[in-house]
T-cell receptor
Framework: QKEVEQDPGPLSVPEGAIVSLNCTYS??????FMWYRQYSRKGPELLMYTYSSGNKEDGRFTAQVDKSSKYISLFIRDSQPSDSATYLC????????????FGKGTMLLVSP | ETGVTQTPRHLVMGMTNKKSLKCEQHLGHNAMYWYKQSAKKPLELMFV???????ENNSVPSRFSPECPNSSHLFLHLHTLQPEDSALYLC??????????FGEGSWLTVV
């Protein structure tokens, strides 16, 4: 079993839709969870950063972590064409430096 | 502008060439990383430098040779690469224990 599972998509939605992106993982020691957004031919940019279980909201984005189920989600409300990108989940145990474990990424396409 | 600058952005090299990728971070971080990103595969961690000391080397072939002369600069020296080494090479930096910030990447094509 892979350490982090993420559906590669593509996920196609109309503008204004609510988008749900998800990752599952197997390592119960992961404590920090991140979502990165990567536009085509660009480096990943940090979108959301959460610690342990719970929800975190930032504008149209909500990150949710359920450690008991080893499941994390990113919700995007009122999706826009500019949200079209690949979304990477990443997670890490508590360490002195950050050796993140990434999912493969989900490609999201938001059509006008 | 991410605070992590990579050069060159694109590189085409033959299998017998020697080239280097350069990374500079302007964020005051104390750890730097090289990642490899290939199509349909997760980001692969190659090397980690913490306080200019290499702390992780994930079974990377010796044709890839990292160098970290100070906490702001990181190089990846390339020699006798194979076509399957063609990928996006991403540099990143972090302050210990916190999340990492990526550069825009260097697209490498080996012909």
């Amino acid at each position: 079993q892979k350490e982090v599972e993420q559906d590669p998509g593509p996920l196609s939605v109309p503008e204004g839709a609510i988008v749900s992106l998800n990752c599952t993982y197997s390592n119960s020691a992961f404590q920090y969870f991140m979502w990165y957004r990567q536009y085509s031919r660009k480096g990943p940019e940090l979108l959301m950063y959460t610690y342990s279980s719970g929800n975190k909201e930032d504008g149209r984005f909500t990150a949710q972590v359920d450690k008991s189920s080893k499941y994390i989600s990113l919700f995007i409300r009122d999706s826009q064409p500019s949200d079209s990108a690949t979304y990477l989940c990443a997670m890490v145990e508590n360490s002195g430096y950050s050796t993140l474990t990434f999912g493969k990424g989900t490609m999201l396409l938001v059509s006008p | 502008e991410t605070g992590v600058t990579q050069t060159p952005r694109h590189l085409v090299m033959g299998m017998t060439n020697k080239k280097s990728l350069k990374c500079e971070q302007h964020l005051g971080h104390n750890a730097m990383y090289w990642y490899k990103q290939s199509a349909k595969k997760p980001l692969e961690l190659m090397f980690v430098y913490s306080l200019e000391e290499r702390v992780e080397n994930n079974s990377v072939p010796s044709r890839f040779s990292p160098e970290c002369p100070n906490s702001s600069h990181l190089f990846l020296h390339l020699h006798t690469l194979q076509p399957e080494d063609s990928a996006l090479y991403l540099c990143a930096s972090s302050q210990a224990g916190n999340t990492i910030y990526f550069g825009e990447g260097s697209w490498l094509t080996v012909v």
